[in-house]
């Protein structure tokens, strides 16, 4: 069982061409939220920018009302080198999935145990995962206590 979606965030749906324009100054638009949000006297702030398939989230301290998120829809729109009919919309997350996997060998053959990290690397090889964003860090945890196998939970 895992939470609920993490939903201190909001997504804007842009098409992917404009991500890397977003993210060569991400530090200076998310300054410029700041600024508006504050303007509004909202406790709201932005933390960073992060590109996914389809847009960027845009990660929060708190869970954006609906006002901010049409005073960060509009700055996105307002950005000169965006198509402003081109930003469809800003919401909140909907759902959040995750992938299971069973009967992994805990320990590897170089003796050393399964890890975030080699899980990790193993999807960034896989096609299947190409256009699929990780929410955080695999979990890898051992079946039970003598067992020698893993349970793997990637939250996509």
């Not at 869970?63 to 081109?86: G, M, Q, T, V």
């Not at 930003?87 to 069973?102: D, T």
């Not at 975030?116 to 695999?138: D, H, Q, R």
Request: aromatic fraction near 8%; proline fraction near 6%; include cysteine.
């Amino acid at each position: 069982m895992t939470k609920g979606p993490f939903r201190k965030q909001a997504i804007v749906s842009i098409p992917n061409r404009y991500t890397d324009k977003i993210m060569e100054d991400a530090g200076n638009y998310i300054h410029l939220i700041n600024t508006l949000l504050k303007n509004i006297k909202s406790n709201l702030h932005t933390e960073f920018i992060h590109p996914c398939t389809g847009g960027i989230f845009i990660a929060t301290n708190n869970i954006p009302a609906f006002s901010n998120l049409n005073i960060i829809e509009r700055y996105i729109k307002s950005i000169d080198s965006i198509d402003y009919e081109e930003v469809l919309s800003s919401q909140l997350p909907q759902s959040k999935s995750y992938l299971k996997i069973m009967g992994i060998p805990f320990v590897q053959p170089n003796s050393s145990n399964l890890s975030s990290s080699n899980i990790t690397n193993t999807i960034n090889c896989i096609g299947l995962f190409e256009s699929i964003s990780l929410v955080s860090k695999p979990r890898v945890i051992k079946a039970s206590p003598k067992s020698n196998m893993a349970i793997i939970w990637i939250n996509i």
